[in-house]
DNA sequence: TCAAGAACCTAATACGTATTAACGTAACTT
DNA sequence: AAGTTACGTTAATACGTATTAGGTTCTTGA
């Protein structure tokens, strides 16, 4: 199933070398290599060129077929018109494809909108080395910025980049001061959650977080508590984590307990979901006949295991990841330019209306 | 929605600069430059250090907090470890996200496996400037080797990359001579799909192809053909192309010609089996009660309109995506370190059993 | 006609690392 | 003791572009 197919001919290049360069322009056209950098570069300060030359500058350039390094761009100080994106995830990139996906289609848009191309840096990169993190992130540097994405980050290396100086934006809310990140406000809409279902009647409910501490989570708390307290939900016991137990018998203790609505939060891995949806389908129960059911944030788009016994979407709010991705991409620009501080930007959820939500109905 | 954080704190840095040179290191270490690089780089050619030295320089690096500077090291050296990916895509780039997504993934799997970062270069990039597909093309340059991806292509300014001996691999089947290219094996797998219509006792069968040139669709029609012919299906009228009309018309013509089955192949639009199995719907018709449906190559993940009036997967086979992102790294690889001269893969088509294949049912 | 500008261009250098030829120096041989 | 080797390090240079401080020629005004 290969076939080897002959070389193509290769004609001669006036320089020997594969590439022309600015100097064999330069030779072309009888002027200097800085004058075909300031004629290829778009007049810079003051310096004026007289037009004759710049013509036959752009004559050579084109029949030379010139390609600018972008390497050696970069080096000599300028921008080179490449952005970062680094993922962290914990487990091979694959598994996490599909929640975030979209984040990736957003920073993709607008970076082709804002004549940037994308260097994606894998975490799980130079695997093959003795790497630690810090080398692992050192190679953004390459780019003109970068952005960062996923939920748990080295910060060593990245305080570091931020000492330096160099620009980088994360996706998704740090709890660091001083370095900007464009995120979601779980807060307010775990808060909105939570006074939706004071408003069907709901009084004893159960929040479900996974057991770990990335601010996401943290705020998601933060709002679910905030917003039960508001709204008049009892709020002992409220939250739980996960933590690989039996959910079969933490769901039949709630019942037990007269819970009538549990929230639980999607997340990266999307366990604490499809651990209590499973145990829900086990028990035989239903949403929202037996249980109201709750979830703050996006689902993957096509989860491995489809989500069995429910009839819709899931209520909950939704995650604008696409936008996010776009927000950052332009905050990135700004900082690079120059022509902002770091700052942080906060974009609303969208409430899911979904079909998993009633008035509540006690169980035994 | 935007708060202003503080800046962090700039601790003294020995240069006066932001990062650490190696001559910085030099300096501290008391020796040269050329032996601070030396000492890090890893021993090269049988030079060999004072592991007195190696010790002093490796101390001072650690004290100064050194980062190697990645645009440096490409410049002097060759390599960079840095793959590009260019996708032309004549609609933008996420409308055909998904059909395109495995791709992506296969790619970035393997590039991580081989500890390569990725640059995304996207077609419509750079479109502030008045910039041509030559200009578009040019930036892949800054990786070491890139790989394209796309039924339709630019070939005057990838014809420049190859006769200057840049590095590149095609994703998808190419006609070009002494180019690389990794693509699926569509003749087999179209004709084996015929082979199997005639198992099932079908003699009167359409194919619907789209009304473009792209290889991948010549390759598909000439299995169809070939396969028609080998099996003893009747060839006369068997191909016909997407032309923008009327797709019911074109049904209802079919039905009263006494057509039993139909194929069609899906591409990055999806347009000739949406549309089809649209009018097929209208029409009342079942699969495969009324009218066996056979598909060539994978449906997008996610369709935006979902086929219904289908009960399972559509029969026909599955294009290996994700392991042709695979194989083209890994020839890319080979092309970038010399060790293999240009040549093709043809990956093995998947046959789809799927649920929309049956004996014929003559309509009217 | 001379000096002062203006207009155009170039020489020189920086960017940070990799590589190679060459240079001392010490150890070893005879 | 002179010559040879081996060893450890460095000077020099390349990589390709950007930038700035001049240097030449050309106008222009008096």
Redesign the interface.
Known sequence: ???????????P?PNGR??PRQSDIARAAGVSQATVSLVLRGATTGVVLAPETRRRVLRAAEDL?Y??????T??AAAR???LGLYTFSTT???DV?HSY?PVL?GV??E???Q????????G??????TTSD?AAV??V??ADGCLFFGRHVPEDPI??L????FPFVYIGRREE????HVGA?YVSASAEVAARLAALGHHRVRYLRENDDAPASTDRERGVVDGARGAGLETVGLVERTDGGDVDARLARWRDEGVTAVVTEETDTGAALSGLTAAVARAGLSCPGDLSLALLGTPA??PAAPVTGLAGAISGFGVPMREMGRAAVRLLLDLIEGSA????????CEPVAGATLGPPHPGR
Chains 1, 2 share one sequence.
């Open positions: 199933m290969s076939e080897t197919a002959s070389p193509p001919p290769t004609p290049r594969a590439k077929g390609v600018p390094d972008p390497v050696a970069r080096l080179n018109g490449m091979f990139p694959t494809a996906y289609v993709e848009e970076a082709a909108a004549g940037q191309d994308l260097i994606l840096f894998t799980a990169s130079r695997a093959a080395g810090a050192r190679r540097r390459a305080r570091r931020s000492e330096d100086g001061p001083g370095i900007s406000d788009a096509a501080a770091p700052q942080s930007h906060l974009l609303a």
